[in-house]
């Protein structure tokens, strides 16, 4: 069964530096969406991704966040410069029509 | 979106069926309901999806009752694996499929 894979499963960085999360979508998925989770709190949606461009994004998805689908396979999240409070887990998401797929999350600590 | 509640935790015994409540009475015509899953700090799984009528498929069924304001999701024999958190959504606009998590239901499946 095709799946969304996220790359690395855990990435630790000091305060500052730039982060660059990748995701592999299903193959002939349509909408690519990235989520965060910090520890013991909500799953939250930072932006949405459609057509090579956003969508629609949230109010956490600052000037610090980009996101970009490089290649016909690659969905990646870009943190320019990473604060301590962007230590969570983040997802990845697609779909190609009402449901959407998750990837296994990608742990980001911030030191 | 319309806003769900679901109670915060809820015990079932291994084997037997589990119910989760989810009321929505805001919920309007076009409005989908979904139910996802997170098992311990995976990515939700998606679980099953309906706007008016009964569905069911190998995971769950869910019923929605004739006014929409509530809707219910079965798991028909329960196991350890189910142990997780249930997070039932409306969504409705078609441009836009993003997710709002709310905190969910946490559901133990006891041996």
């Known amino acids: 069964e095709p799946e969304v894979t996220q790359t690395p499963s855990h990435q630790v960085t000091q305060m500052g530096q730039e982060v660059i999360l990748r995701c592999v979508p299903i193959s002939n998925h349509l909408y690519f969406y990235w989520y965060r989770q910090i520890l013991g709190q909500k799953v939250e949606f930072l932006v949405s991704f459609y057509n090579n461009e956003i969508s629609e994004k949230s109010e956490i998805f600052d000037d610090q966040f980009s996101v970009e689908r490089p290649d016909g396979s690659n969905f990646t999240l870009k943190i320019r410069s990473t604060k301590l409070e962007d230590s969570a887990m983040y997802f990845c998401?697609?779909?190609?029509?009402?449901?959407?797929?998750f990837g296994p999350g990608t742990r980001l600590t911030v030191t | 979106d319309a806003k769900t509640t679901q109670p915060p935790s809820m015990d079932c015994a291994e084997g037997r069926a589990a119910n989760l409540p989810c009321n929505h009475s805001?919920?309007?015509?076009?409005?989908?309901v979904y139910w996802y899953r997170q098992i311990h700090s995976q990515g939700p799984q998606y679980i099953i999806h309906?706007?008016?009528n009964n569905e069911t498929n190998e995971m769950a069924s869910l019923i929605i009752t004739e006014d929409r304001k509530s809707s219910t999701l079965i798991l028909p024999h329960a196991t350890l694996r189910d142990t997780a958190v249930y997070y039932c959504?409306?969504?409705?606009?078609?441009?836009?499929?993003?997710?709002?998590f709310g905190a969910g239901t946490t559901v133990t499946v006891r041996a």
């Open positions: 998401a697609s779909r190609i029509i009402y449901e959407q797929y």
């Open positions: 309906g706007l008016k």
């Open positions: 959504i409306v969504r409705g606009d078609p441009n836009d499929y993003k997710l709002s």
């Open positions: 805001t919920i309007s015509g076009n409005e989908y």
